[in-house]
């Protein structure tokens, strides 16, 4: 932008940035709004609350709630969140000096997943996959750590992420993928500084602002929405709202535009792209492409916040997306909850109904003529109380009679046993009713066995988070390359936490001397050990180390290990075998102290048998 703003007014050229991210944002919008299954987005989240009936549905009648989609959704997220999975990551180009690096990396990544928030996020992740998909965005957060900054997965509500161009592979096929999210003014400035003072806040954001419903969004779908959404959804179909007071703290939508620019510098001299004094800056030479690695754009409330190239150097769109059953026809891929939504809907139904027939026992309805009882008698009768007595007058035409409740059909209960059992077979729930129906029930590690080999969703769901992790991950590992710089890395590993590559060109950086940046994330590795996602996996092998082990096939050493790799069991390896040594020489020891007592007793016993 600095050498366009030669040529055009800045005002003019900020004008024409805001009018080109205005028209792509209402484009992704609009694309957004049309795809159904984030409409059913919003379904299952009702379910998951017990906001299974409508406000219209059954009126007068029973709506009971036996929520099991949220049972069945505790079960999987437990199972696909309590994972210890083996990373390694590795280098593909075989250069001197990338096996420390390995190592250090390798260190650093173990001890940024338990210092960081990535479990918290995980989990979410796992929930909007299993409703949907999830979303994470993959940065840099200069603020953590005490302002030495750190890699950060900030999980993202699908309704908060667009894509436009994409056809299933998010970082090859998509042109433009923005990100959006409600923040604060204040927020805005501590991260833009000065620049963002002249942001203005949407007053459609405001808590107490009275909001109009858009015409294209249904009453029905409307009372659905929380008060933050009806606000962003009449903020994007252009009606306004009337804030009730000024807020202290002005809220705005923040929206990030990463996006392929294919523009060709052309002008007589070299450039430097993004700021000189950051590890992501470049120079462009005249004829070469300006943004190699992409552009990126930050806007809120009618101002421009940022435009610069992508600053990261592995050049790929920092956006990881966690689909649990992907399938061919659907970028989006298949909801796993939503066939069992419709489950829980048709169980809502049939319990409303059998409790309606209860509560008709209960409470018996009286029918009779309406001479039958004066109009005072009328609101005082109470029919189901036991042992009450109702008098009616002697001239009624007909005796006033209890009419007898409803009868159950005989297909109500196994159509009822039927749909639950299909809906806990989803889940781990059935395997667990089976092992307990047996005569000698098992013990608990044969529990998790069997009921993880009875849940092939899940196995399913584990694939694709590895594909998930694996992609973040490489994020993660090409973020802490390009920033963590040697003094980061003293302060928290001592000399450890140099490499041979600080003392050379590129000082103070892992990047080696002579390689482009972006050339040295590019071989960087990072790899799931298949087998080491799911508990059950892990003990599977466990079992076959442990017989190998008793069986005298494999060393102490090579078990051991395998506990530490895979167990995360965290074990001093070097000190075990010095005391194993030690506890073999004290039994040794031992051994011939108590067979030399043993010979002195013969030789005892046999002199005195001589005597």
Sequence with gaps: MAELAEIRPEFQLETEV?????????????????TPELKNFERIIDFLEGKQWSSKARYGRSRPVVNRLVRQFIEMVAFLTDIQPDIQVHFTDAIEG????EDLMNRMLVDWAYMSDFETELMMAVMYGLILQAVVKVQWNPSLRGGMGDAQVMCLSPLDFMQIGSSGNLKNDAEV????????????????????????????????????KPNTISSKRWQRLSPLMRNMASKLAGVSGVADSASRYPKCIYKEFWFKDDSIWDGPES????????????????????????????????????????????????????????????????????PMAAIQAILNRIEGAVL?????????????????????????????????????????????QFVPPPVLGNYVLPTLQGLEKEMSASSGASAIQQALGKKQVPGGDSMEMILASHSSNIRLFSRSLQSFLEDAGSMVVANKLQFETADKRIKQYGWRGLTEQDFKPYYRHLCPAGMEPEEFVRNAALTIQKGSLLSVERMDQLTLMSNLRKAGEIDSETYLSFLNRRMNANLNIAQIQQRLAKEAAQKAQMALIVGQAKEQQKEQAKAAHHA
Aim: glycine content about 8%; charged content about 20%; overall charge negative.
């Design 18 to 34: 805001l009018e080109w991210a205005d028209s792509v944002y209402q484009e992704a919008s609009a694309e957004q709004d049309a």
């Design 98 to 101: 990338f096996s420390e690096i």
């Design 177 to 212: 993928c923005i990100m959006r999210q409600v923040v604060t003014k204040p927020w805005l400035i501590r991260r833009f500084g000065d620049v963002a003072r002249g942001v203005q806040a949407d007053a459609e954001l405001e808590m107490g602002t009275q909001i109009s």
């Design 271 to 338: 450039i430097v792209i993004g700021n000189p004094l950051c590890s992501w800056s470049y120079l462009v030479e005249p004829g070469m492409p300006k943004y190699p690695r992409g552009r990126m754009l930050a806007v809120s409330g009618g101002k421009v916040l940022e435009d610069s190239c992508n600053p990261y150097w592995h050049g790929r769109m920092p956006f990881s997306i966690y689909r649990p059953m992907r399938v061919p026809w659907k970028f989006s891929g298949l909801s796993p909850l939503d």
């Design 356 to 400: 309606d027939v209860i509560n008709s026992t209960v409470e018996p309805k009286l029918m009779g003529p309406s001479t039958a009882f004066s109009e005072q008698d009328k609101d005082s009768i109470d029919p189901g109380m036991p042992g009450g007595k109702l008098w009616y007058r002697n001239n009624t035409p007909q005796v006033p």
